[in-house]
């Protein structure tokens, strides 16, 4: 299991059988490991879900993004899944909640 520190300063953590729910369902994901964690800890935006989750996004190439959707509960978090995504467009609808100054 791994811990990192999310942009309001809350642990949020990736485990094992976190992973491997992640990669089973989407084989891609699986050498995105370390970039999920990156996203997480330094993302490009961040966008408010449906149901109180938070969605991490940053640009891994032109034109194709990370997504981590993740949960803060009473100071701690955790995820919730990973998915690669080329619609960006798709992700802007959303209420952003805080982004990167470039």
Known sequence: MDVVKSKNDVPIRLTKERWFHITEG??????????????????????????GEYIAVK???NGKYIAVIYREVDGDGFV???FLTK?????????????HLR
């Open 80 to 82: 919730i899944t990973a």
């Open 26 to 51: 989407q084989p891609e994901m699986a050498g995105y490991y370390f970039e999920v964690l990156e996203t997480l800890e330094e993302p490009d935006v961040i966008y408010e879900g449906k149901t």
């Open 59 to 61: 640009d891994i190439e």
């Open 87 to 99: 619609r960006k467009k798709q992700l802007e609808r959303r209420h952003e909640i805080w982004k």
